[in-house]
């Protein structure tokens, strides 16, 4: 079947492409784009409500889906629903399940089950060391040739530099990204927050920001050592971020990503209005101002390439507990697209363009995947958004089976309308006036 998105505003950055175009489709691909294309006899048309814009789908590529082994907290159905919801056209998942992804077999189970339940592409992050235990190799050529887009022991660093120095070179060899969660553990030690004043006040054990950047510094070294990319998970320090942007301007093949919990919220947020509230217990912590002036910066500047959720899951009762006691995290997918619109569009940090670069064309890149753009012959996959339509977060709604979020009943300025998979539309926001033009929605979840 094919169909024509009529007279939307797209956002291509790979094709140029910044004004009023119209998109066919034909099935699961991208046909044509171009300025009143004509319309056949066959082609169903849905004129875009103005105001709209039209994006490449967009790539969350740091996801925690739990399946298998915990789908108390998130199953790959209810993960990828709210992906859906959340405007995300695929995601990575990272590999610390039950058991971990650290062999084809695992890597095949997710993607026979993504296929059968999932609202979104799902891509499969393998794990660099068997077990995740930092000990050996797992069989990285294995894992690619299952299915896996990159290895990482997220979660976790990759603890040795001889580990992880292989774990490069390995991967190296087949054009994977190796993604490092970086954090020094013994200066990470026991802490739960930040380290610095506020910490301090409430009488919670500190994570020093040189935690993180002493293994980008590390990374950095190794990338530059064996010439193979690395990809920084969740960057949260100016020191890592200045870390990041030295190599880059050195050529070396580094990339990384800042989660919108990391470009919105402080460790101030921890003392009111709720004090000690362990919806904002995450790792890397949330930082201070400096931290995330200097994000908002390299948002802009272009050291940063990605933005990616971290999205995972916790059940309720795993979180209400002491700070000490509850697991790091939280939810995101279905609030990382409006916190991008309202906090950095709405708020003169970036463009449009830039939004679908850190959202779409850099995620797509990194991971060697065939979206990014909607270029004639790519998958039909495409974001829609609503930049000027205010978004309440409203936890009770969520597709995700966890609520660990900090920002239920926030207020935003920009929503998702509807989101389209493989020219099958998965999700369509009816508080978005004509977004029902783009429906029926299939969410399978
Ligand atoms: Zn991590």
Known sequence: MKRLLKGGHLVDPLQGIDGVRDVLLDGDRVVEIGIDLPVAADVEVAEVPAGCVVC?????????????????????????????VGGFTAVACMPNTQP??????????????????????????????????????SEIADLREAG???????????????LMRR?????????????????EPTLKGEGV????????????????ATAES????????????????????????RQALRGVWAAKARGIAVTCEVTPHHFSLTDQRLTAPIGYDTNLK???????????????????????????????????????????????GIIGLETAVPLTIDRLVHGGVITLRRMVQLLSVNPSRILNLPGGTLRAGRPADLTIIAPSVSTTVDLSKSKSLSRNSPFDGWSLRGSVAATIVGGRTVYVNHEVPGAAVFGPAAVRA
Do not use: W
């Open 56 to 84: 490449p789908g967009f790539v969350d590529m740091h996801v925690h889906l739990r399946e298998p082994g915990q789908e108390h907290k998130e199953t790959i159905a209810t993960g990828t629903a709210a992906a859906a």
């Open 148 to 162: 896996c887009v990159a290895i990482s022991d997220d979660g976790k660093p990759v603890l040795t530099a001889l």
């Open 100 to 137: 971990v992804n650290d062999s084809a077999a695992v890597t095949r189970a997710i993607l026979e089950r993504a296929s059968l339940v999932g609202s979104v592409r799902v891509y499969p992050i393998g794990a660099v060391s068997k077990g995740m235990k930092g000990e050996t190799l």
């Open 282 to 328: 995450m790792n890397p912590p949330l930082r201070e101002q400096a931290d995330v002036d200097a994000m908002i910066q390299g948002l802009r500047a272009g050291t940063v390439d990605v933005i990616a959720t971290d999205h995972a899951p916790h059940q309720q009762d795993e979180k209400h507990v002491e700070f000490d006691r509850a697991p790091f």
């Open 167 to 183: 774990a490069l070179e390995y991967a190296g060899m087949f054009n994977l990204p190796v993604i490092d969660h970086c954090e």
């Open 193 to 208: 927050a930040h380290e610095g004043y506020i910490a301090s006040m409430l009488g919670l054990r500190g994570i020093p």
């Open 214 to 237: 002493i293994m980008v510094e590390r990374d950095i070294a190794l990338a530059e050592m064996t010439g193979s990319a690395v990809h920084i998970a969740h960057l949260s320090t």
